[in-house]
């Protein structure tokens, strides 16, 4: 009897010490899960906190907003005013949403008085009215005043799930200003701001397109994530105590 049951012991440690092993390993894998997102939510309140300021100020100058993104690179939703003449025939279409109907927020280049182009979006049409034909009053003419948020450009396509962008058919999925611009029916040799403006809740003519479509609530669900991180990993803290138990009382 007592030869079987040192039998059994002796096969039973090995795998007691490889289960403790992985089981440590796991543990610290969700430590540093639950850390990672913890470091996270502080970001993304600092984030948050920047947007709330910068989206409640006063509008700025384009010049003065243009010197921002030269020396940071980030001036996203910050307020700006510009003036210049729209070239609607130019205009581009990223596809969207606005309160639950599937449409395009129009983006139409303005041309400054120095002769420089921005990239302006103008706001939601529903989808059968991309063509600008259908809305012609909101196409207004000659020197115009925006006032909207300044918005940073994207480096690269954000998600592989995108689909790409069909420049032949103006459907644009994800917001390449260099391809909106260079499809636009520029002149030769233009130059562009080198980021985005979108524009206010000001009304247009004729209702289109609605402006003010800027999504400023950004989610913040770290803390959720942390939690769930953290408590998985004090979950398994206590199986591998109870793990650990179970032999000395067997013996």
Known sequence: ???????????????????????LVLFAVLIGLGTWQVQRLHWKEGLLATVDKRAHSA????ADVEKEFAASH??????????????????????STWQGDSGFNVYTPLQLENGRFVLVNR????YDL???????QGEVAGKV????????????KPSMMLPDNDVAKNIFY????????????????????PFFIDADKTPNPGGLPVGGVTIIDLP??????AVTWYGLAAALAAVLILRLRRPAKEQ
């Open 130 to 136: 991309k063509d600008p034909a259908k809305r012609k």
């Open 74 to 95: 980030d001036v996203d939703y910050t307020p700006v005013t510009v003036t210049g003449t729209f070239l609607h025939q130019g205009e581009r279409h990223f596809f």
């Open 145 to 156: 005043t925006v006032t909207g948020l300044a918005r940073n450009p994207l480096p690269a």
């Open 220 to 225: 913040n669900n770290h803390l959720q994530y």
């Open 1 to 23: 009897m007592s030869e079987t049951t040192s039998l059994v012991g002796g096969r039973s440690r090995p795998r007691t010490a490889l289960v403790l092993g992985l089981g």
């Open 59 to 62: 509008p700025l100058p384009l």
């Open 174 to 193: 994800w917001k390449d200003r260099d391809a909106m611009a260079a499809s636009a029916g520029l002149p030769a040799g233009f130059v562009l701001v």
């Open 123 to 126: 706001g939601f049409v529903p």
